[in-house]
């Protein structure tokens, strides 16, 4: 699956429908966060970077957010657009959310914010990729504080009428390697009792939210 991302990651932004199709499901996750100035923010999986600008937007230059991806190809174009944007509160972290010592992570926050543990964590689009979600699950839960909040984004086959596009969206979850029927928002939505849900694109992307206990 590295292999998979490692060749792509220089065109993945492009080829990947993120502008017609999937940051929409960026944008509602994050918005639903319901992010503060000054938070700790965990962007698990965060592959090229797509995430972070929306969440620096919210977080300000008083937050700081912490980009977990296990392919380097994938960091370094994510490296890039930090550098080209000249974000100084952005750290990047090259592991296996699935092997992941929590301590590794939260030692960041320690040093960069002054807290134990995250007041956020974020990831889309990455959860149904991993071989079994759970372990990622785990670390949020790990690393986040209580009270904190945490969202998933991700793909299931569209419904309705929108059932048409199905075969399209297999494809395109094929081309990435992603698990379609997954639905790792489900993990937030037994243990968050606040927790939103959007649905998006005839059913195709579920963006969840919801504060964790």
Not at 132 to 151: K, N, S, Y
Not at 181 to 210: F, K, N, S, Y
Request: hydrophobic share 45%.
């Amino acid at each position: 699956m590295v292999k998979r991302y490692t060749a792509g990651a220089r065109l993945y932004d492009v080829l990947s429908g993120e502008h017609l199709v999937y940051r929409a499901g960026r944008v509602a996750g994050i918005d639903a966060l319901r992010l503060q100035r000054g938070d700790i923010v965990l962007d698990l999986g965060c592959g090229t970077g797509l995430n972070l600008p929306l969440l620096l937007e919210r977080v300000g230059t008083e937050g700081h957010v912490i980009g977990l991806d296990r392919s380097s190809s994938m960091l370094a174009v994510a490296s890039d657009r930090v550098r080209s944007h000249g974000w100084s509160n952005v750290s990047l972290l090259e592991a296996d959310a699935l092997l992941l010592n929590p301590a590794q992570i939260t030692s960041i926050a320690l040093r960069e914010g002054g807290r134990s543990r995250f007041d956020a964590a974020f990831s889309s689009y990455a959860m149904s990729v991993f071989d079994d979600w759970m372990p990622a699950w785990a670390l949020i839960r790990a690393v986040v504080r209580p009270g904190g909040r945490a969202g998933i984004v991700d793909m299931a086959l569209p419904t309705g009428a929108a059932a048409v596009f199905a075969p399209l969206a297999r494809l395109a979850c094929a081309a990435g390697g992603a698990d379609i029927t997954a639905r790792p928002w489900q993990a937030l939505e037994r243990e968050a009792a606040d927790a939103e849900h959007t649905v998006l694109r005839g059913g195709h992307i579920h963006a969840v939210t919801g504060t964790l206990p």
